[in-house]
C-alpha cells in the first residue's frame, strides 16, 4: 500500500514541482495569481521535488518517506489556505486538501506497516 501511495504522490507532485522550478507560463500565471514571486515559487517547485525525492527513498527506509509526506501534506495545508484567504472558490482548494489526506495516509501507513 505505501508503495501504490508512494507512487501516486510522486505522479502528481515530480511535474508540478518540476513546472514551477521551470517557471513555466502556467506557474508564471499561478504565482502571480497567489501574490507570489516567481523564485518563490521555485522554492516550492523545490520542496515538492525533494518531497517526491523523500517519499521514493522512503520505500527503502520508512522514516525519511513519513518526514516527506509529512512536509508535502503541510505544503499543501499551506495552498489551501493560500486560496481560501485570496477568496477563491471552494474548488479551487480542493485538490490540495485532496493531497494533504493521501500525503497523512501514506505517513500513517508506512509507521503501521514499518
Known amino acids: 500500500m505505501t508503495t501504490v ?3 501516486a504522490l510522486s505522479l502528481v507532485f515530480l511535474p508540478l514541482g518540476l513546472a514551477k522550478l521551470a517557471a513555466a507560463p502556467v506557474m508564471r500565471q499561478a504565482a502571480a495569481h497567489v501574490g507570489m514571486s516567481v523564485r518563490l515559487y521555485r522554492v516550492v517547485g523545490a520542496l ?3 518531497g ?3 517519499l521514493l527513498a522512503g520505500l527503502a527506509w520508512m522514516p525519511l518517506g513519513v518526514a516527506a509526506a509529512t512536509g508535502l501534506a503541510l505544503l499543501m495545508v499551506g495552498a489551501a489556505v493560500v486560496h481560501l484567504r485570496l477568496g477563491d472558490p471552494l474548488p479551487r482548494a480542493v485538490p490540495a486538501v485532496v493531497m494533504v489526506l493521501i500525503s497523512l495516509t501514506y505517513a500513517v ?3 503501521t506497516v514499518g
Open 5 to 7: 501511495l508512494a507512487v
Open 48 to 50: 515538492e521535488v525533494a
Open 52 to 54: 517526491v525525492a523523500g
Open 109 to 111: 501507513t508506512a509507521m
